[in-house]
């Protein structure tokens, strides 16, 4: 907070000050620190992937829970998503990236933090819907994040094999 109150348009403030009241599951005081952040620099990844986890955690109090950043497994069985509205929170945090760059299939160049919120989102559609289509596009974005070094791409693989017991897999990741 002081940081900002030095510099307001200090975007790293901005991001971490948004980043800790997400956390603290403030999301409307949340999504101002993005939104002036973005009004600053449109384009900022760190920005974006922090909007589009915004929208995922804050629809998850209308319709489940978080585990270590990730979403609950829901038991495997396919269907549609519960709602519209499930389907829309989806949207709207793919939106955040696409804004970004245009959708690419998993492995194509991307930007580490994108490819990893990709899979999250699709790990999530996962959550809710059970489709290993889903899974298997998570699974594809984390390890397009990995090749690109993002740091804890490899262990949201793991645990995305785990939901599916391919534990042999899971463990190699």
């Not at 603290?24 to 002036?36: G, H, I, L, N, V």
Request: with cysteine; proline share 5%.
């Amino acid at each position: 907070a002081q940081a900002l109150e030095a510099d307001p348009r200090l975007l790293s403030a901005l991001l971490n000050f948004g980043n800790l009241l997400r956390m603290r599951k403030c999301f409307a005081a949340a999504r101002s620190c993005y939104e002036r952040g973005l009004a600053i620099e449109e384009r900022n990844v760190d920005l974006r992937v922090a909007m589009c986890y915004l929208e995922l955690e804050s629809g998850l109090l209308e319709s489940g829970p978080l585990k270590s950043g990730l979403l609950e497994s829901r038991p495997l069985e396919s269907g549609p998503l519960k709602s519209s509205t499930e389907a829309d929170r989806f949207a709207r945090a793919e939106g955040w990236l696409e804004k970004l760059t245009p959708a690419r299939p998993p492995g194509a160049a991307e930007h580490p933090e994108v490819a990893n919120a990709r899979g999250i989102v699709a790990l999530a559609r996962h959550s809710a819907s059970g489709s290993s289509g889903d899974l298997e596009t998570a699974i594809g974005w984390f390890r397009a994040a990995a090749a690109r070094g993002h740091r804890t791409a490899d262990s949201n693989e793991g645990n995305a094999l785990l939901r599916v017991g391919r534990v042999e897999e899971a463990m190699a990741a």
